[in-house]
């Protein structure tokens, strides 16, 4: 029916191209019965502490649980304020509302990420934490927000769900400060078979905390037991993510290849705004999504997908801020204008230059013949 056809993400993919592999861990892990926090897990949280260059890695049932627990270190009281980037996922607000504080959207600058200007402006009494968003894998200007967070006392929690690899001069997504999240929802740049998520703490006694918290709260030593929840992330999804993470390194490289054969083929395209090349300077972007901003982003949207091509508008075209039902009601022009014409390209390790080439040159006939 089309001449291609490139579904914005292709799920069935992640199995069909691995399923001899997948089809050997599972054997490996049913015949040892090695379901729950088995050596799967330590190895995963031991190869993802390397990516991170730190040790207190934890695997948790998602990268939302991971916020959540992150947060119930801090001990939030009711009132305490936390700044967000409104372009963000529901999960970012809503992991600060499960801790009894309250999430304010500010608005993001020219890069579309958290504005450092905005967060500023929105310090009031209240607030006791920062938590920007590493949005579609690439870093906010973390010595900016880390600086506004020393003068005001203020913790950052990063959402860094889409940003396992990537940096902001050398340091990786999650690490900045007090910690961050990483989802393995199978669409993320390291997907499994379900969900799954991981954290990473900054120091050993909030690993050591956390580790109880994701495990019901128990301990051995009876003083030191603490209220928890259930947040183990499954063995065997562990042990599929131990495969997957042996091409993370070539996957991510892929997915550079691949913006940079955007950027080559759309930088003359006025149309649109593209987001940074992938560069090797303070920033190393790690392309979860490839979203860019498009004028008449609806006709293009639908031209694109009578021709095969699945694209994505991110989280429903909302800012947190719209969400009036949830009691935001902020205005905050930049995230406005944005979700009026943002708008994801297919971004991911299944796909080759070629499906590239072929998105770029509909999207300039589009505008060829939409002048
Ligand atoms: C995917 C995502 C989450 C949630 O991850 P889950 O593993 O599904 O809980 C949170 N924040 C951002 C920015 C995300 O992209």
Redesign the pocket.
Known sequence: MFEREIPFFDYKKIYGENSNSLHEIFESVGRRGAYIMQSDLRDFEKNIGLILKNEFVLGVA???DGLEILLQLKGLKKGDEIIISSH??L??AGSIISQGGTPIPVDISDDWLISPEAIESAITKRTVGIMP?Q?NGRCCDMDKILKIANKYSLFVIE?S??ALGATFRNVPAGTFESGGCF?F?PA?TLGCLG?G?AIVLKNSQDYENAKKIRDHGRCEQKEKILWGRNSRLDNLQAAFLNYFLTTYRQSINKRRDLANCYHERLKNVVELRLPPKPCDGDYFDIFQNFEITASNRDDLREYLSSHGVGTLVQWGGLGIHQLSQLGFDQYLPNVDTFFKNCIMLPMNQFLNTSDVEYVSDLIKNFYAENK
């Open positions: 998602n990268a939302t963000t996922m999960a970012t968003t949005l959402d769900a889409q989802s929802y993320k969900d998520g």
